[in-house]
């Protein structure tokens, strides 16, 4: 059990591993327990190797992009394009970008639990590079999402299309490692009930929420939190722990902080931690109530159609009936269906009546009480809910 939620952010500068100057692991954990809530300086491959092996739920990298900026851009009006030019965004070659890219890499992958996911962000600079690289190192790709700005930086020069999307590689530790979380229903629920797809259409982080440091921008590359938001809602769970290894303003531990998750922030430069702590430090935690979220099918305990008739909720010889009462079959001793010309379960049943290649049998049947249709999946919850 993870301990409660510590609503004071506390940051450990110079956290690395005491004396260690090489970047090989450290052979003892210099972290017994995990630093919850805090903001560890250094470099992120030395950090993850002194964290407890499989020890977080969830990592959101956002690492440097190797952009190759070249020279100043401007505007038509001359006026000065604040572009990423910044120091930890360049390497001296492609091999040595590939090289950090897998030493990171490899170090997520020790300390992600099995049921863990990795969510890196990047863009055509580098993203085919890091997903080839995670798929050696073994990491299964579930989805990529395609962030779509809706406000991207147009192409100054007009001499390509406007870059305006990055992609986010969803993945978890392998082919056979499949017990991760995904919340399915809440992110269907949060989209007005339509199944979310793998395009994401938000804008970049502007206006209030773009932090400032005398009058220019904080950090060259803060995310937006609404992409943080869809990204933690959708695969963690309260009190998880999610750990950054490339934290820069802190967008993803004020999220989390949020949504009652635990962050773990690394970071190399102490500007970007002060800003960080800073912004954190203001954020109101969501109430438990806020936070509950529709539970994933997934998680919820199996319960069979032949259950809701051993304990008499529906007796052999009970009617069906699908929905505006167009198909109807009878339900017999054994939990299957019998109709005019069709026999099996709920499911193949629904499908035969219908002419289609699968059906819900849950979300399709009803019975009759007092001349109402109740669906048999509301029964089913009633299962589940004393089985809790
Ligand atoms: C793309 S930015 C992350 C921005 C962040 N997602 C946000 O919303 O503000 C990458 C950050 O990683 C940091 N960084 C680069 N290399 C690092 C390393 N080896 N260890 C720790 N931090 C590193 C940089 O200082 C920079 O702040």
């Avoid at 590939?98 to 170090?107: E, G, H, I, N, Y």
């Avoid at 005398?214 to 769970?237: D, F, I, M, W």
């Avoid at 635990?262 to 702590?277: M, Q, T």
């Amino acid at each position: 059990m993870i301990p409660p939620m510590k609503q004071k952010t506390n940051i450990k500068l110079k956290a690395r591993p005491q004396g260690r100057t090489t970047k090989s692991a450290p052979k003892d954990s210099a972290y017994k327990t995990l630093p919850l809530d805090q903001i560890l300086m250094g470099d992120c491959i030395e950090l993850m190797n002194s964290l407890p092996e499989k020890s977080v739920d969830v990592i959101f990298a956002d690492p440097p992009y190797n952009m190759q900026l070249k020279g100043d851009l401007h505007r038509p009006d001359n006026s000065h394009v604040d572009a990423v030019n910044d120091k930890w965004d360049q390497f001296s070659s492609f091999e040595v970008y590939d090289k950090f890219s897998r030493d990171w890499l490899v170090a997520a992958r020790r300390v992600l639990k099995d049921n863990g996911t990795l969510w890196v962000i990047g863009s055509y600079h580098n993203i085919y590079r890091v997903g080839s690289i995670l798929q050696d190192i073994g990491y299964w790709v579930l989805n990529d999402i395609i962030w779509r700005k809706t406000n991207p930086m147009p192409n100054f020069r007009g001499t390509r299309f406007t870059n305006a999307h990055e992609t986010l590689l969803w993945c978890n530790k392998g082919e056979g490692f499949n017990k991760y979380t995904f919340n399915y229903e809440a992110m269907k629920a949060f989209n007005d009930d339509v199944q979310m797809r793998s395009d994401w259409l938000l804008p970049i982080c502007s206006g209030g929420e773009r932090l400032k440091v005398n009058g220019h921008k904080g950090h060259s590359t803060q995310k937006p939190e609404a992409l943080l938001y869809r990204v933690l809602l959708s695969s963690t769970n309260k009190g998880d722990v999610v750990l950054d290894p490339f934290f820069g303003s802190g967008t993803t531990g004020a999220v989390a902080k949020k949504l009652g998750r635990h962050y773990i922030g690394l970071e190399r430069e102490e500007k970007y931690i002060s800003l960080a702590s800073d912004r954190i430090k203001q954020i109101e935690p969501l109430g438990d109530d806020a936070i509950e979220i529709t539970p994933a099918k997934r998680s919820l305990p199996r319960v069979a159609f032949g259950t809701l008739i051993e304990n008499g909720m529906i007796k052999p010889g009970t009617i069906l009936y699908g929905p505006s009462k167009r198909h109807v079959a009878k339900v017999r001793a054994d939990g299957t269906l019998i109709s005019a010309d069709s026999k099996g379960s709920i499911h193949q049943v629904g499908a035969q009546l219908q002419g289609a290649p699968s059906c819900n049998g849950w979300t399709f049947w009803n019975i009759e009480v007092n001349d109402n249709l109740v669906s048999i999946d509301n029964l089913r919850a009633e299962v589940r809910a004393l089985m809790n």
